[in-house]
């Protein structure tokens, strides 16, 4: 049996519930699993129509993350469990057991200053466990220059889900909703610093000198929202820009599906850095290429000049001839059909597999 401890699960919505949701159902195909979760509303139905074991566990924060850890402890030694898989090293902070121990790292949640107080207890627990198992390159090479075991640390991309059958009647509703407008930008992420929506407006208002019927879709919510809605105001593209907030995933889907390019070129914000980016994995499930950012671990997601393209993020002149070099020609469409196939990679069918060389 493995264990699969988590900080983040459904039915709360986000990219790393996701990818332990993911990790979880393939898992199960292969060994009895079980996942300790924290608490979460109107999880009991979700729950339920799992094949695993699902235990929530409640409380505040602080006092959640021992008592989790004491259930943890107490289940290791009562029961023949083989491993632990952790989403987080905070995750396993606090488990003792010299069962073997498996952690998933991410990249901004190890970006911290190597020395300091934080990194230490980061790398005490890296460095305590069997494989310390990265999403990019990227994200190996910052845990190895912060003082993780270059030994441990071995990459697997995240795993994506089989792409959702996209939903006729929110198919009508985007076209509906976008009519004559093209070129088609989309970022679907949340609204922050790092993922750079503020220099994609910028680049917005000159591109729309060439093409004045371009638009971009933003799918999300966050911190940055009422900035980026004031700057859409400043810079006059109250008819370029689209916000979307709470929308259902039928009509997300349909929104990436009726796009032409995603757009996310993401950079390092204080310790925040885009470690993968699995956004621009589950726009190529529909056929649509990304322009991402040099700074992180994109590069492991997008194939430069194939599938997409990389730039300089802090570089508006980059963003600007990065886009208008994708839109000039469509060449937005060979790029499309070269990401679906890429997609295919990341199918957790594929993902498991790597998974289990170092599990059995």
Not at 54 to 72: C, D, P
Not at 189 to 197: A, E, G, M, V
Not at 250 to 272: E, G, Q, T
Not at 297 to 325: E, M, P, R, V
């Amino acid at each position: 049996m493995y264990l699969i401890v988590t900080r983040s699960f459904p039915p709360e919505v986000g990219g790393m519930q996701n990818l332990m949701w993911g990790l979880a159902k393939e898992m199960s195909k292969n060994f009895m699993t079980k996942v300790f979760a924290d608490y979460c509303e109107n999880h009991n139905q979700f729950d339920k129509k799992e094949n695993f074991s699902i235990e929530r566990v409640g409380g505040i924060k602080f006092l959640r993350k021992i008592r989790k850890a004491q259930l943890i402890n107490e289940y290791v030694k009562e029961n023949k469990v083989q491993g632990i898989i952790a989403d987080h090293w905070k995750s396993l902070e606090l488990i003792k057991t010299d069962k073997k121990k498996y952690c998933l790292i991410h990249g901004k949640e190890i970006n911290h200053p190597k020395g300091s107080s934080l990194n230490k207890r980061i790398n005490k627990v890296l460095n305590s466990v069997e494989k310390i198992i990265a999403n990019s390159e990227f994200t190996k090479n910052l845990a190895v220059e912060n003082g993780a075991e270059q030994g441990k640390v071995i990459v697997i991309n995240p795993g994506i889900n089989p792409a959702q059958e996209l939903n006729k009647k929110s198919l009508i509703k985007v076209e509906s909703l976008l009519k004559t407008k093209t070129p088609r930008l989309i970022t679907v992420s949340r609204f922050d610093k790092r993922k750079n929506h503020g220099k994609v407006l910028m680049a917005l208002r000159n591109l729309k000198q060439i093409y004045p019927n371009i638009v971009y879709i933003c799918v999300g919510y966050g911190d940055e929202e009422q900035n980026l809605k004031d700057l859409v105001k400043e810079l006059d593209l109250s008819g370029q820009v689209m916000f979307f907030k709470e929308i259902t995933d039928d009509l997300k889907n349909a929104l990436v599906a009726k796009s032409n390019i995603f757009v996310m070129p993401s950079i390092r914000y204080k310790s925040s850095v885009e470690g993968f980016g699995i956004a621009y994995i589950e726009a190529a499930q529909y056929g649509i290429p990304s322009l991402g950012g040099a700074d992180g671990g994109a590069a492991d997601a997008i194939q430069h000049d194939k599938t997409g393209l990389i730039c300089n993020g802090n570089n508006l002149d980059d963003i600007y001839s990065s886009l208008n070099s994708m839109i000039e020609n469509e060449k937005y469409l060979n790029f499309g059909k070269n990401a679906k196939e890429l997609a295919s990679k990341f199918d957790w069918s594929n993902t498991i597999e790597q998974y289990k060389k170092i599990l059995i």
